[in-house]
């Protein structure tokens, strides 16, 4: 295969990987910053942590970059709207303006979530056009109810 038709045989076949779908937040003072993302991958159990990819040339990459801490929201299916929100960050003037969103501990979290994992950053690996970052949980909560905001083939989707 050339590398073009590489290129787009794993665009579609990634698109066939469900992934929950997760705004990542960190803050510096009185500024907050999110992203959506749907590469969160739990690493260890002892030290409990996850890992997360995100895009080196994005304005989010800038201020978690200079965080010790940041927060991992993992949505409920019917968070779709504040995902598209954090989606596209550059046209929203008011990007915590959709959804309940709280502070712990400085960082911004979204109540209702299905998830709030709370982490110290340990380390930053450069990978292509992403960095991935591993934190250590330091709190999490989370919801009774289990229904994940999914992202398959282009679309959410939410499980039962």
Request: hydrophobic share 40%; charged share 20%; aromatic share 10%.
């Amino acid at each position: 295969m050339s590398d073009m038709q590489i290129g787009d045989a794993f665009r579609q076949a990634m698109r066939r990987m469900a992934a929950s779908v997760s705004i990542v937040t960190a803050a510096s003072g009185e500024e907050r910053a999110g992203a959506t993302v749907s590469s969160v991958v739990s690493v260890s159990f002892d030290p409990l942590s996850l890992l997360v990819c995100i895009h080196k040339s994005s304005r989010f990459y800038d201020m978690i970059n200079g965080q010790d801490s940041f927060c991992i929201n993992l949505l409920d299916r019917r968070q779709a709207d504040i995902s598209d929100k954090f989606s596209r960050p550059a046209s929203e003037s008011d990007l915590f303006g959709t959804g309940d969103w709280q502070l712990h501990n400085g960082l911004p979290w979204l109540k209702g979530a299905q998830a709030n994992f709370f982490l110290e950053k340990k380390e930053t690996c450069h990978f292509g056009t992403h960095a991935i970052i591993i934190g250590e949980v330091r709190d999490i909560f989370y919801a009774d109810e289990i229904s994940p905001l999914i992202y398959l083939n282009g679309a959410y989707t939410g499980a039962c």
